[in-house]
């Protein structure tokens, strides 16, 4: 089992920039694939961003791709999501998730852990 704790949320302007970082305790943090997720309200959660063990793939949602960057550190036990260029529809709770799957994958049921969210406000 692993615990995971998101911080970096807060208020920004649209076009400023946010880092988020999820720390993980427990089992070996290198065992899990990552991701992060959002949800906004009266919203489905959806992801955002995955990574494998490694760290050497990465995939996005394509509503972020080109401005939000994910990338773990397996020595320090976290995942951390880069966003920039943000937008007011980015305005949601993201939380950071851990899949037992080599592969984390783009669906809420392909992560097994999950975080309790942090909020990000994007001002118009």
């Known amino acids: 089992q692993v615990q995971l704790l998101e911080s970096g949320g807060g208020l920004v302007q649209a076009g400023g920039s946010l880092r988020l970082s999820c720390a993980a305790s427990?089992?070996?943090?290198?065992?899990?694939?990552m991701g992060w997720f959002r949800q906004a309200p009266g919203k489905e959660r959806e992801f955002v961003a995955g990574?494998?063990?490694?760290?050497?793939?990465?995939y996005y949602a394509n509503s972020v791709k080109g401005r939000f960057t994910i990338s773990r550190d397996n020595a320090k036990s976290t995942v951390s999501l880069q966003m920039n260029s943000l937008k007011p529809e980015d305005t949601a709770v993201y939380y950071c998730?851990?899949?037992?799957?080599?592969?984390?994958?783009?669906?809420?049921?392909?992560?097994?852990?999950w975080g309790q969210g942090t909020q990000v406000t994007v001002s118009s």
């Open positions: 990574v494998n063990l490694s760290g050497g793939t990465t």
């Open positions: 427990g089992r070996t943090f290198s065992s899990y694939a």
């Open positions: 998730a851990a899949s037992q799957r080599l592969y984390g994958g783009y669906e809420k049921y392909e992560y097994d852990y």
